[in-house]
C-alpha cells in the first residue's frame, strides 16, 4: 500500500514538473510569435508606403506625358501652318516673276508722282522751317525789348507752332474792372507795335480773357462783353497811337473760357484774367504754301 502510495506521488510530482516546462516554452513561443508579427506590420506599413509613393508618381507621369503630347500636337499645328505660309510665299514670289511690262510701267510712274510729292513735301518743311525762324527772331525780339520794367507774371513770350504768343496780366493793362488801359499798358503796347510795323507781311489777333468771376456794371453787361471790349481797347491803341494798319489787326473776346488755370484760388483766376497777342501769318499765305504749283525745283 505504501509502496504504491509513494508511485502516485511520482507520478503528480512528474505530471506537474512537465506542466511548468511546457508552459515555459509556450510563453518564449508567444513571445518569439509576437515580435515577428510586430516586424511583418511594420513591413507591411512599409509596403503601403511605397505603394502610395508608387501610386502619385504614376499619376503624375500620366499628367506629364499628357502635356507633351499636347506640346507634341501644337508643334505640329505651328509646323503645318509654317508649310502652308511657305506655300503661299513661293506662290507670291512666283507671281512676281512674272509682271508684265505694263504693270513696269506703271511702277515707273508711280515713283514719278511719288518725286513730285516728295518735293512738295520738301517745299512745305522748307517753308515750315523759315517761318519757325522768322517767329523765333520774333520772339527774341520782343523779350529785348518787353524785359525791363516788367514783372515776369506780368507778360509772357513764347513760340507755339507757326505763331508767337504774348500774354499780358490784365493788371497791368486794365483798370481792374473796365477796358480802361492803363499808362503802364500805353507804354508796354507802343513797344509791341514797333516790333510788328517790322512785319507787315503778319497778322495780329488780340484776345481778351476773364475768370469766371460774374460781373455787371453800367457799361458792362457779363465776361464776354469785358473780354471784347478790353480786346478792342488794345486794337484801338494799336491802330490810332501807334498807326499799325487796321487790315492787319484782329479783336476777339474769349470771355472766361479757355482757362489756363483753375479759377477755384485767386492765383489762378489772376493767371485767367490775360489779354492775349497773337502774331501769325496771313491765310493767303497758307494758302499759298498748299498751292503745287510754288513747289519749284530746287
Not at 141 to 166: A, Q, R
Not at 253 to 258: H, I, P, Q, T, V
Request: net charge neutral; charged share 30%.
Amino acid at each position: 500500500m505504501k509502496s504504491t502510495l509513494r508511485l502516485l506521488v511520482l507520478f503528480v510530482f512528474a505530471v506537474a514538473v512537465s506542466s511548468c516546462v511546457s508552459k515555459k516554452k509556450y510563453l518564449e513561443l508567444q513571445t518569439k510569435k509576437e515580435s515577428e508579427l510586430k516586424k511583418a506590420n511594420e513591413l507591411l506599413m512599409k509596403c503601403e508606403d511605397d505603394r502610395n509613393r508608387y501610386s502619385t508618381d504614376l499619376i503624375e507621369a500620366r499628367s506629364a506625358l499628357s502635356h507633351k503630347q499636347e506640346q507634341i500636337t501644337d508643334l505640329k499645328e505651328q509646323l503645318a501652318d509654317c508649310k502652308s505660309q511657305r506655300d503661299k510665299t513661293v506662290t507670291q514670289v512666283g507671281d512676281l516673276t512674272v509682271l508684265t511690262q505694263a504693270a513696269n510701267n506703271n511702277i515707273s510712274q508711280t515713283l514719278a508722282q511719288l518725286e513730285s510729292k516728295d518735293k512738295y513735301i520738301h517745299f512745305l518743311q522748307e517753308a515750315k522751317t523759315k517761318a519757325d525762324s522768322i517767329n523765333l527772331a520774333l520772339a527774341i525780339n520782343l523779350k529785348g525789348v518787353l524785359k525791363e520794367g516788367l514783372d515776369d507774371n506780368d507778360v509772357e513770350i513764347k513760340v507755339d507752332k507757326t505763331v508767337v504768343f504774348i500774354n499780358l496780366s490784365d493788371k497791368m493793362l486794365y483798370q481792374s474792372g473796365s477796358s480802361n488801359l492803363t499808362s503802364k499798358a500805353k507804354e508796354v503796347l507802343g513797344k509791341i507795335a514797333a516790333i510788328i510795323e517790322t512785319k507787315p507781311d503778319l497778322e495780329v489777333m488780340i484776345e481778351g480773357y476773364t475768370d469766371n468771376k460774374p460781373i455787371s456794371t453800367n457799361c458792362v453787361s457779363d465776361n464776354w462783353d469785358l473780354s471784347v471790349k478790353r480786346a478792342t481797347a488794345v486794337v484801338r491803341v494799336l491802330q490810332t497811337d501807334y498807326k499799325i494798319d487796321p487790315n492787319r489787326l484782329i479783336a476777339a473776346g474769349r470771355g472766361e473760357f479757355n482757362a489756363l488755370a483753375s479759377n477755384d484760388t485767386e492765383e489762378g483766376r489772376a493767371t485767367n484774367r490775360r489779354t492775349r497777342i497773337i502774331i501769325l501769318p496771313k491765310l493767303n499765305q497758307f494758302y499759298d504754301l498748299l498751292n503745287p504749283a510754288n513747289a519749284t525745283d530746287k
